[in-house]
């Protein structure tokens, strides 16, 4: 019997965010369906997809080719309304569903969807996020349904850790305004001067930065004496990242995120899988997964030094800040949210 057709659009094919989930759900979906991905510009992420799987659409035009070309049963949009322009042009029968990830100003899309389109389904990864569509007009078109995201079955796994022999504290993002480094750095220096004691910044993630961004970072990383030791990491292979944040938790260490807002918060899902401690914003998604005591408020930097400061001197407060960790464990299983993926679906096409 012939699977049903789905294909994801979404507008970056990027090694990280929306992309990754993609490729983390894609083997047990593939069991259900006939599972396609469709982009409008590729940074590496064709790639490490399966062979045939993915392709990309640059021009509005070759989007409406490829639409038609791939005929899905159901066609996931993911935070890109110009599919829903191209769809509308295609002439396709399938059904369509639309993915709200985003939590940037980039979210107004939501009430600019194409009339001529029919919505049979919203999907978003958190109950933050199904608040914050409540009375937009595509939760008027059509019921929105909380799928969370999911891990990659390498973060269950018994992940290779070392002591490498100081105490890091990590941070993982772009290099925005959005994931606010700038105030993460802030944040460490301020650490560092109080804790000392071996304490050491990594700064992951930036690869894909321009290079005043990256000039950015260096300059005010450099320009500070408690920051000599710190390290920046632009690209670290998402295989390894298990190895990585396990060898934060095993050496003393753990995670700050001075996000301004998340839809669910992989990188805070990540490093709780992994037994690592996150001191984070008190915004979006990430209240549900972290306890109270691990949040400050967003422009609170002299709370998010307290937190962070306790989380090395208090063994109980750092052990209290992992006690999520087996529910978020659980959240974030393959098996669960694409389980609730496939049961969605298969509701649209019944």
């Known amino acids: 019997m012939t699977k049903p057709r789905v294909v994801f659009a979404y507008r970056y094919a990027i090694l990280g965010g929306v992309s990754v989930q993609l490729m983390n759900r894609h083997a ?23 062979s045939g799987s993915a392709e ?8 409406v080719s490829a639409l038609r070309s791939l005929d899905p049963d159901i066609l996931v949009v993911i935070d890109s309304p110009s599919i829903f322009r191209a769809w509308a042009e295609s002439g396709c029968n399938g059904r369509v569903v639309a993915e709200v990830h985003t939590t940037t100003a980039n979210l107004s899309w939501v009430d600019s969807v194409n009339a001529a389109v029919e919505i049979d389904s919203v999907l978003t990864p958190s109950e933050y996020m199904r608040d914050r569509l409540v009375g937009s007009q595509l939760a008027k078109r059509a019921s929105v349904q909380v799928i969370p995201n999911c ?11 070392i002591d490498v022999g100081v105490r890091p504290l990590a941070w993982v993002g772009k290099l925005d305004g959005h994931k606010r480094f700038r105030l993460a750095i802030d944040i460490a220096d301020r650490v560092v001067g109080r804790v000392g004691n071996g304490v050491v910044p990594v700064f992951i993630g930036g690869y894909t930065a321009r290079e005043v961004q990256a000039r ?28 990585v944040l396990a060898s934060v938790a095993t050496s003393g260490g753990g995670m700050l995120s001075t996000t ?10 990540e490093a709780l899988v992994v037994g690592c401690p996150v001191v984070a914003p008190r915004v979006g998604a990430l209240p549900e997964l972290l306890p109270e005591e691990a949040l400050y408020a967003a422009d609170d930097a002299g709370a998010a030094v307290e937190i962070v400061s306790q989380m090395y001197s ?3 407060f750092r052990s209290y800040l992992i006690e999520s960790a087996g529910t978020v464990r659980e959240r974030v299983r393959p098996e669960h949210a ?4 496939v049961a969605a679906l298969e509701a649209v096409i019944a």
């Open 338 to 341: 694409v389980g609730a993926l």
């Open 151 to 161: 891990l990659a079955p390498a973060w269950f796994a018994e992940p290779v850790s």
């Open 314 to 316: 208090d063994k109980g």
């Open 216 to 243: 950015s970072l260096l300059d005010a990383v450099g320009s500070r004496a408690t920051l000599q030791e710190a390290r920046w990491w632009p690209w670290v292979d998402h295989r390894r990242m298990p190895g």
């Open 56 to 63: 990309v659409a640059a021009s509005a035009d070759s989007r």
């Open 28 to 50: 047990l979906l593939a069991e259900h369906f006939d599972v396609r991905y469709l982009f409008e510009e590729d940074h590496g992420m064709v790639a490490e997809l399966p």
């Open 260 to 269: 301004m807002n998340e839809s669910f918060g992989m990188s805070v899902a």
